[in-house]
């Protein structure tokens, strides 16, 4: 087994993912068939080398701090799963 | 020849004559999409209003200087369309409407294109046979029981049943090129930075493109003039200038240069079919007097698992987004906290492909594991450059299959991760290096399209279209669609 169930747990719980048990086992069975990969990876020596992250392109891009039209209160709530007076309707996060 | 079955340029040539308008055009493959979705799924929306409107409101401008002014055309459904659903084909998304267009639509929109609909993909673009997508799986036009590939399937499938006159799709590890190949049509993938990803779902942010769909190369050409460009809301693309594709597209392609990297053409996963259909192409340079070569990249083996670890990380990021707060699926099961909120909405929303990805870029990205893994494929990714420079120091073009083996049984290869994965052999290469490439019909195994991909140097899409375009003009392959297929 390349990953026990309980690292699946961890990393499900760090992902904010709810697996069920089934899930969690095909998700075993997923890490188990890469393991050629995995291998493959650890078997080049290429610590020297740098890496590259963006191909093309590796520069910052600014622009001037001026105001631009976005989108409107109603545009940015219109997929909104609950609103209320031009707010998100969140679940509640501070203790009573 | 029927309305639908027109290519951009023989559609323009139509429209500026006044022998068809634009509303014939889009009731034409209107009616075309009816006789044929029921068999082959290509779209999850269809907006034959929207599309009808826009058709006579181009004809009241009646100008068709524009190649693309009045041609309808299809969008993969991780592209936003303003007040048109946009799904990714995901539970997470199911009634998602953007309020805003991607840059490459709103540039569409400019030049009086018609927006047919949106077509199906694996969801959230991580797959290859669009089996993933929430909606349904399409079929492959050429043969109904196989898959069209992916991600971008349901665009190919529909360019190559004549759903529409073209379409776009994304690309991060094969998602354009591949589709093409299985579906018998011309698929690109540009330079990283060459089209502007905003307003396109983020998958793997490095790695990322969008690209058109077409049935020749001709008119791949014509619609990536119109999408490339530097956008100030992609803070990625590219200032260098676009280039006149068409303009360059009939340069004769004597004494070019073409490297065929053996890792690829002859790996073993390659099936022989392909390979020949592939070494008859190079023969078709040479009778062009073109200069081929076989060279070595010499990484390439480690390629596809670098580009495993590298679009797992980046997709558990940029997936982090979809958290039921601002917009998407929000779960209505009790829950305690906000964590648990959380867990349930994106345990509920995505599919198991997706979550599965998630957890394994979640593991890959996690501080014990980061260096050994994540680290050392964006290692692999400067050799693999290394390579790339080399060969292109010495050639022009590199040649090799797009895929494999041709499309393969819906279901087939779906419980294998490994062999699925396969299918990306020499297309996710050119995405760790952010290289352009093209895909184009060169031949045919037992009845289904074999794809010939051609690479090039960054920036060099005028390039590999022209030599593409060259190898198009000696043969037939990209219009025996029309004869072929089953539908």
């Known amino acids: ?96 | 020849m029927k309305l639908h079955e027109l290519t951009i340029e023989k559609a323009n040539e139509l429209l500026k004559k006044k022998e068809i308008t634009a509303q014939e055009l889009t009731e034409d493959i209107l009616n075309r999409i009816d006789e044929c979705e029921s068999k082959i799924g290509a779209y999850v929306t269809i907006d034959k209003e929207g599309a009808l409107k826009s058709a006579k409101s181009t004809d009241e401008k009646a100008d068709f200087t524009d190649p693309l002014a009045g041609i309808p055309m299809s969008a993969k459904d991780n592209i936003c369309t303003k007040n048109l659903k946009t799904t990714c084909c995901s539970r997470m998304l199911e009634n998602f409407v953007p309020p805003y267009d991607a840059t490459v639509i709103s540039k569409l929109r400019e030049r009086n294109a018609i927006i047919l609909g949106k077509t199906n993909m694996d969801e959230f673009a991580i797959g290859s046979s669009t089996q993933t997508s929430f909606f349904h799986t399409t079929q492959n036009p050429w043969d109904l029981s196989r898959v069209p590939g992916g991600s971008s399937g349901g665009s190919a499938a529909a360019v190559a049943s004549d759903e529409c006159i073209y379409a776009l799709g994304s690309d991060t590890g094969g998602s354009v090129r591949q589709p093409a190949s299985y579906c018998g049509v011309v698929g690109l993938k540009p330079t990283y930075g060459r089209v502007s990803r905003f307003g396109v779902a983020s998958l793997a942010a490095t790695m990322d493109t969008i690209g058109p769909i077409t049935k020749n190369v001709t008119d791949c050409a014509i619609v990536l003039s119109a999408i490339a460009g530097q956008d100030s809301f992609d803070p990625t693309s590219s200032d260098i200038p676009v280039d006149n594709y068409l303009q360059k597209l009939k340069n004769d392609v004597k004494g070019l240069k073409i490297g065929i990297p053996k890792e690829l053409l002859y790996h073993e996963a390659v099936s022989k079919d392909v390979k020949d259909a592939v070494l008859n192409a190079i023969k078709v340079y040479e009778d062009l007097e073109c200069i081929c070569e076989e060279i070595s990249l010499k990484n390439a083996e480690y390629a596809m698992s670098a580009y495993l670890v590298t679009l797992a990380a980046e997709a558990s990021s940029e997936l982090g987004q979809y958290d039921g707060i601002r917009y998407g699926y929000r779960t209505s099961s009790d829950y305690q906290d906000l964590k648990d909120f959380y867990k349930k909405t994106r345990g509920e929303g995505f599919g198991f492909d997706v979550k599965w990805h998630i957890i394994l870029g979640t593991y890959l990205s996690d501080e014990k594991y980061y260096d050994k893994y994540y680290l050392k494929a964006q290692k692999i990714r400067t050799i693999i450059k290394k390579d790339f420079d080399e060969a292109f120091k010495k050639y022009d073009f590199l040649i090799t299959p797009t895929t494999p083996t041709t499309a393969f049984k819906i279901g087939e290869s779906s419980d294998d991760p490994f062999k699925m994965h396969m299918n990306d052999l020499c297309v996710s290469i050119v995405n760790l290096a952010g290289l352009p490439a093209i895909s184009l019909p060169c031949g045919f195994s037992k009845g289904l399209p074999v794809g010939l991909q051609i690479i090039g140097k960054a920036f060099d899409e005028a390039g590999i279209l022209q030599v593409a375009y060259a190898f198009e003009q000696n043969n037939d392959y990209h219009t025996r669609r029309i004869k072929e297929r089953m539908v």
Do not use: C
């Not at chain 1, 291998?39 to 890496?51: A, F, G, H, R, Y």
């Not at chain 1, 976005?70 to 997929?79: G, H, Q």
């Not at chain 1, 799963?81 to 707010?87: H, T």
């Open chain 1, 1 to 96: 087994m390349f990953i026990d169930d309980e690292t699946i747990s961890s990393m499900a719980d760090v992902a904010h993912i709810f697996l069920s048990q089934e899930e969690r086992n095909k998700i075993a069975e997923e890490f188990d068939s890469l393991q050629q990969s995995f291998e493959t990876l650890s078997k080049l020596d290429i610590q020297e080398v740098e890496p590259t992250v963006y191909p093309i392109t590796d520069k910052n891009v600014f622009r001037e701090d001026t105001i631009w039209e976005s989108l409107s209160i109603d545009e940015a709530l219109a997929n909104a799963p609950e609103k209320d007076k031009g707010f998100f309707l969140v679940p509640r996060i501070i203790e009573e």
